[in-house]
């Protein structure tokens, strides 16, 4: 690696830190993001009782602690997470580069960094109090370290990636899971002797973050409780094994929805790019030699399986999940890219210089100029549409005689309405369930503050405008109304 790959990188960051900053979210994103501002609020304190949350099991100390240090800075809650997205992804972005520089020319690792960042999947992470712009910053930051350390001659550079994985985990646990296969074949090679000290120097790692979380949190034992306890409900709630078909059929869907919007145009070339060795493997199988365990197959094959399969197995709950794999695709595009560049004579690598801009161009136009689901618009929208339906709920209706109805953005309301009850209507994903009631006692109005929660029969159901193309609509009640819910729909069945 060069100071010129050096210098590069850095601009790459820095430039991508700057495109970031017009378009930062000015609120708390999601469920995740209060509890996250909570941590920073109130103290940090896992827990699994949702009131206890500051924030959920594992905890994540280490993203909360850095975030911390912007908000003692004179930021609010929302504004240090966002600043920490914001610095994941050029941190993301420049480590992208530098890793994809060992496999490609500068040109072609600029390009991948550069289609990564200006992703909308990946840009709108970046703008927004959610921990997934660091996942993937982590990731690919991670990926780098394994790959140089497995390359040296001294087991010492494997002892050092060892326990900075483990203290790194710190910002996000899922990390040991997603890249703990990656680590392995890092230190493999190195033999038992020394693949028993890296763990030991990861669990040392582990142990940096481990300490004060459990102590935060009452003690290692009610830590890991809550752990333990966090763990059973993604597994029975979400995963395969608890709900077959239905959990497979909706997290491969998931995961393919955020695969192509997070790669877009990349993944067309990468499934192209694949498949060409396919195809002539299928030719002359015999012409076609085996990846070599240190080679680079084997090392993306090591960093993409664990967290693919994780996501279709097991959970994948946010479309920023996949950003723990996606800087390795768009490494693996750069690598295979490379090969077929130098195959082409000079007209075809201007032809291919134009396609490349139009790779990176095309998916930040569609971030900044569109309004689609991954966008500065929807950003924007989200913003004003929760500040206009809080502002609206404040001035309109009695604390003490309303009811909120939330889904999603039942904490949001939680944290932005605090003295207003909320009720949390969140029907299980797979399968159907019976009706629930709940009962409005002292209650004149009931107000529904998700999109998508729409009355099974007809209702005195009232609608305003409280920003442009922004509504919010609510029910008027009769003290002691029981309101009764199937799926996504609701009623009042009785009144008293």
């Given at each position: 690696m060069t100071r010129r790959d050096w210098l590069a990188a850095t601009l790459v960051g820095v430039g991508v830190v700057l495109a970031r900053l017009?378009?930062?979210?000015?609120?708390?994103?999601?469920?995740?993001?209060?509890?996250?501002?909570?941590?920073?609020?109130?103290?940090?304190?896992?827990?699994?009782?949702?009131?206890?949350?500051?924030?959920?099991?594992?905890?994540?100390?280490?993203?909360?602690?850095?975030?911390?240090?912007?908000?003692?800075?004179?930021?609010?809650?929302?504004?240090?997470?966002?600043?920490?997205?914001?610095?994941?992804?050029?941190?993301?972005?420049a480590a992208l580069f530098l890793l994809a520089r060992r496999f490609t020319s500068a040109p072609v690792a600029a390009l991948a960094a550069l289609g990564y960042a200006l992703n909308p999947l990946a840009w709108m992470y970046g703008e927004i109090a959610y921990p997934y712009a660091l996942l993937g910053a982590l990731a690919v930051t991670l990926a780098g370290a394994f790959w140089w350390a497995r390359h040296q001659a001294d087991a010492r550079a494997t002892y050092l990636v060892s326990f900075a994985f483990g203290l790194v985990s710190g910002f996000r646990q899922d990390l040991l899971l997603l890249l703990g296969v990656l680590?392995?074949?890092?230190?493999?090679?190195?033999?038992?002797?020394?693949?028993?000290?890296?763990?030991?120097?990861?669990?040392?790692?582990?142990?940096?973050?481990?300490?004060?979380?459990a102590a935060l949190s009452g003690g290692l034992v009610t830590y890991l409780q809550a752990l333990g306890a966090q763990t059973d409900f993604v597994r029975t709630t979400y995963s395969v094994p608890a709900q077959g078909?239905?959990?497979?059929?909706?997290?491969?869907?998931?995961?393919?929805?955020?695969?192509?919007w997070g790669l877009l145009g990349f993944g067309v070339l990468l499934v192209g790019l694949?498949?060409?060795?396919?195809?002539?493997?299928?030719?002359?199988?015999?012409?076609?030699?085996?990846?070599?365990?240190?080679?680079?197959?084997?090392?993306?094959?090591?960093?993409?399986?664990?967290?693919?399969?994780?996501?279709?197995?097991?959970?994948?709950?946010?479309?920023?999940?996949?950003?723990?794999?996606?800087?390795?695709?768009?490494?693996?595009?750069?690598?295979?890219?490379?090969?077929?560049?130098?195959?082409?004579?000079?007209?075809?690598?201007?032809?291919?210089?134009?396609?490349?801009?139009?790779?990176?161009?095309?998916?930040?136009?569609?971030?900044?100029?569109?309004?689609?689901?991954?966008?500065?618009?929807?950003?924007?929208?989200?913003?004003?549409?929760?500040?206009?339906?809080?502002?609206?709920?404040?001035?309109?209706f009695d604390a003490e005689q309303t009811v909120i109805l939330a889904r999603e953005d039942f904490l949001l309301v939680r944290y932005y309405l605090p003295r207003y009850r909320a009720w949390l209507y969140d029907p299980q994903p797979h399968g159907t369930e019976a009706a629930k009631r709940k009962r409005a006692m002292r209650t004149t109005a009931m107000v529904i503050f998700t999109d998508g929660l729409v009355p099974r029969q007809g209702l005195e159901l009232r609608s305003v405008e409280v920003a442009p193309g922004i509504r919010l609509a609510y029910v008027p009640l009769e003290p002691g109304s029981v309101i009764e819910f199937y799926g996504n729909r609701y009623t009042v069945r009785e009144r008293q």
């Open positions: 017009p378009f930062a979210a000015r609120e708390l994103w999601a469920w995740d993001s209060v509890l996250y501002a909570r941590a920073l609020e109130g103290g940090f304190h896992v827990g699994f009782d949702l009131d206890a949350q500051r924030p959920h099991a594992p905890g994540y100390i280490l993203y909360v602690a850095l975030a911390d240090l912007f908000r003692r800075s004179g930021a609010d809650a929302s504004q240090a997470l966002v600043v920490v997205s914001i610095l994941a992804s050029g941190l993301g972005a680590w392995l074949w890092t230190a493999w090679p190195r033999g038992p002797r020394a693949v028993a000290a890296s763990g030991a120097l990861v669990l040392g790692g582990i142990a940096v973050w481990l300490v004060p979380s078909v239905d959990a497979l059929s909706y997290n491969l869907r998931f995961t393919v929805y955020a695969l192509a694949l498949l060409t060795p396919v195809l002539a493997w299928l030719r002359a199988p015999s012409r076609i030699r085996a990846p070599r365990p240190e080679g680079p197959a084997a090392f993306f094959l090591a960093w993409l399986a664990p967290g693919l399969l994780f996501y279709v197995l097991v959970h994948i709950g946010e479309w920023g999940y996949v950003l723990s794999v996606l800087p390795g695709l768009y490494v693996l595009t750069a690598a295979l890219t490379e090969r077929l560049v130098r195959r082409v004579d000079p007209a075809g690598r201007r032809a291919w210089s134009v396609a490349g801009a139009a790779l990176v161009l095309v998916p930040a136009l569609l971030f900044v100029g569109t309004p689609q689901r991954f966008s500065a618009a929807a950003i924007a929208s989200h913003d004003t549409a929760l500040r206009a339906r809080v502002d609206y709920v404040k001035r309109t």
